[in-house]
């Protein structure tokens, strides 16, 4: 009997979904897509499944689900976390409101800023007696009866979830466990999260950010992992092996620990595509250098892939707040499909950051909507086909797009409906392109050197303007971009990071004792992935150190890979020489001569999970050569309005060329190939675009 992978990706429009048969080479994924449910998330899945279940498929043969999910992200960004109460050390609860003494993520310049809403009230914080130190030694005794009377006055207050923030509590977790303890012995059924488990590291800050971010967010979590496996399980998949996508490119099972584990998905739905490219277009098909763009109903998510990995960060920012744990570097633009076009008091076109989402959506999906979107645009200007909407399935009502923009957009400018299409999409394009072009300039990438890599339902119509303002010459629209995320699901492991925060000098570090710091990470790592019902003996485990010269203020993390285990003097020598070298490249300077400080252990602790395999031209439509099948007009812009070839996709094998203009149309994605590019479909079906030499 055949068994089947699953792979859904929600998204703020639609939600995605592969079904990947275990063992396919890759060109036998069947795509589905439903629209997004935004009140409960789960919901949408749940019809997914079900969708495929009515298509034949017994629910009993799925054997492997994963998704990714923006169900902690929204409650975010919405303010619709748990109400939490916050304990901290006597006389520190300052630290809530200096925070890092900085704008973080935020203009240095900007006169209205303002610090995004706290996540907990000062009526909502308590400060309770007993001291750790810099060397986790105690120095007074935590005072358990205010800690015993904040639990239980701040839960009448209300708060079902606490945040524990302990000076050095990276050093000596002890005084936070006992304060858990007597906060779940007082308070039956609440969520408390410890700094010293949810980050471990130096800088009372992100630490505490990050730890107030999970106890704010694991409720959410928790409530919708729950109602996803009671909706599982209600509908006959019976599988264990369950997982939800984190920002840092792994899953983790579907029912973990949110207690530690929460404010690791913040990222999580853009992060599965990032993979995916990094998986199958880097790794499996040597595209090393790419930039990815996915753009969905709501925004565009831009990623860099360096030599087949993709770009990391140790911590970001979201909604203005600082999040330390390791992540993908993914940078968000308030520019989708849904994204509504509008006129400011000064008479201007914009466009967002409000988006239509999935209800209504745009005006020309019929579901009540008014104000024009992007995706309405696209309708207008002729990149979009009304009748081949998801493959034929449904139909988009282009007068109703046109009249509204006409309505809203047109008659304040002046000018047609067509005219006022394009500036919209120029303004997208425009909002892209800089996101692009800034944070290129920020990691030092010549994007001439790099190709773009849309996908999402909309990122393959926008694709080659974007590239051409950019000078990048070179677009790859992968073989389903509506559904590249959720494949991305069926194309990672699952993956933890450990870390602890210790400082020494690297010089006279001994190995041994650098070694047991490690060791007691790996045995962490082997206790969590049993708990997970996982096979520890398969785990792969990647070090790390958090390097910095001294008096620094920031570190850098060099890769243990490839040195002695266990650890001895000669490599920790060599760790000294990769930090200078990476110093180099990050600065352009290195000080060979100064003290290098240890500052944190790094611990990645990796399971394999199968994985889909990379499509090949033996899977090509055998139909015999493609032939346009109809021909439309396309506007690109001012005096670009041009008569484009209509062709399908799926007619289309390796070894397929074209020229521009051309619309490539199938049921999950448009491609638009404009004039002065060209087309081929290569030997995995993708669709190159290439832009003549100028």
């Known amino acids: 009997m055949p068994r089947y992978r699953i792979g859904i990706d929600v998204g703020g429009t639609h939600t995605d979904m592969v079904l990947l048969e275990s063992g396919d080479a890759g060109s036998g994924w069947r795509i589905a897509k439903v629209p997004s449910t935004p009140q409960n998330p789960a919901l949408a899945v749940l019809a997914g499944v079900q969708q495929f279940i009515e298509e034949g498929l017994a629910p009993g043969d799925i054997e492997f689900f994963s998704h990714g999910t923006t169900a902690t992200t929204n409650a975010l960004l919405e303010m619709r976390g748990a109400k939490i109460g916050v304990l901290m050390n006597a006389h520190m609860r300052g630290i809530l409101e200096v925070q890092s003494q900085a704008r973080d993520g935020w203009p240095p310049f900007d006169h209205i800023f303002r610090k995004p809403e706290p996540l907990a009230r000062p009526a909502f914080v308590r400060e309770i007696a007993g001291r750790i130190d810099y060397s986790g030694a105690e120095i007074e005794p935590l005072d358990e009866a205010t800690v015993l009377e904040a639990a239980l006055s701040l839960a009448a207050r209300g708060a079902t979830s606490f945040a524990i923030c302990f000076l050095f509590s990276f050093m000596n977790g002890a005084h936070e466990a006992r304060a858990a303890d007597i906060i779940r012995e007082a308070v039956p059924g609440a969520f408390v999260s410890c700094s010293s488990h949810v980050l471990p590291r130096i800088r009372e800050w992100p630490r505490y950010s990050t730890t107030m971010l999970n106890a704010y967010l694991g409720p959410v979590l928790a409530n919708y992992c729950a109602d996803m496996s009671v909706g599982l399980d209600n509908t006959g998949v019976s599988t264990r092996q369950r997982f939800i996508m984190q920002s840092n490119g792994g899953v983790m099972p579907l029912v973990a620990n949110a207690e530690t584990h929460a404010v690791r998905t913040l990222l999580s739905g853009p992060a599965a595509g990032v993979g995916c490219a990094s998986y199958l277009l880097a790794q499996q098909q040597g595209w090393r250098n790419l930039v990815t763009m996915d753009i969905g109903g709501t925004s565009a998510d831009i990623a860099f892939i360096e030599g087949g990995e993709p770009v990391e960060q140790s911590e970001f920012m979201i909604d203005g707040r600082i999040v330390g744990v390791p992540a993908f570097d993914i940078s968000t633009v308030a520019a989708g499909g849904g994204s509504i076009a509008w006129i400011n008091d000064g008479g201007m076109l914009e466009v967002g950051p409000q988006s239509a989402g999935a209800d209504p959506g745009p005006v020309c999906y019929g579901r009540g909507g008014t104000q024009p979107a992007v ?119 699952v993956r933890h990071d450990y870390l602890r925060s210790e400082m020494a000098a690297l010089a006279g570090l001994d190995p041994a004792h650098a070694e047991s710091c490690f060791a007691a990470l790996e045995a962490a790592a082997r206790d969590e992935v049993e708990g997970e019902g996982l096979s520890a003996g398969a785990i792969h485990f990647s070090r790390e150190f958090d390097l910095r010269y001294e008096g620094q203020g920031y570190e850098l993390r060099v890769s243990l890979d490839g040195l002695s285990i266990p650890l001895d003097v000669p490599a920790l020598a060599q760790v000294a020489d990769r930090f200078h070298d990476l110093h180099t490249e990050i600065h352009g300077h290195a000080a060979r001569d100064a003290v290098i400080e240890v500052v944190s252990y790094r611990l990645r602790a990796s399971v394999p999970m199968p994985k889909a395999a990379s499509g090949n031209a033996s899977a090509a439509n055998a139909a015999g050569e493609a032939k346009a099948v109809g021909m439309r007009s396309l506007t690109l812009g001012p005096g670009r309005v041009l008569d484009a070839a209509i062709w399908r996709r799926e007619e289309l094998a390796s070894g397929w060329m074209a020229r521009g203009p051309a619309i490539i149309e199938q049921p999950d994605a448009t491609t638009i190939v404009p004039d002065g590019w060209s087309v081929r479909c290569d030997d995995h079906l993708n669709l190159v675009l290439e832009r003549a030499a100028q």
């Open 375 to 493: 995706t309405d645009a696209n309708v207008v200007r002729g990149a979009l086909n009304p009748d081949f909407f998801l493959g034929g399935k449904s139909s988009l009502d282009a007068d109703a797009a046109h009249k509204a923009i006409e309505e809203n957009i047109a008659a304040s400018m002046g000018g047609d409906a067509i005219t006022a299409a394009s500036g919209i999409v120029r303004i997208v394009n425009a909002r892209i392109t800089d996101a692009i072009r800034v944070e290129a300039a920020k990691k030092g990438i010549d994007l001439s050197g790099h190709t773009l890599v849309p996908f999402g339902g909309a990122g393959p119509v926008h694709a080659a303007q974007v590239a051409e303002d950019l000078g990048m010459p070179r677009v790859l629209v992968p073989l389903n971009p509506g559904a590249f995320s959720a494949l991305g699901l069926l194309c990672t492991d």
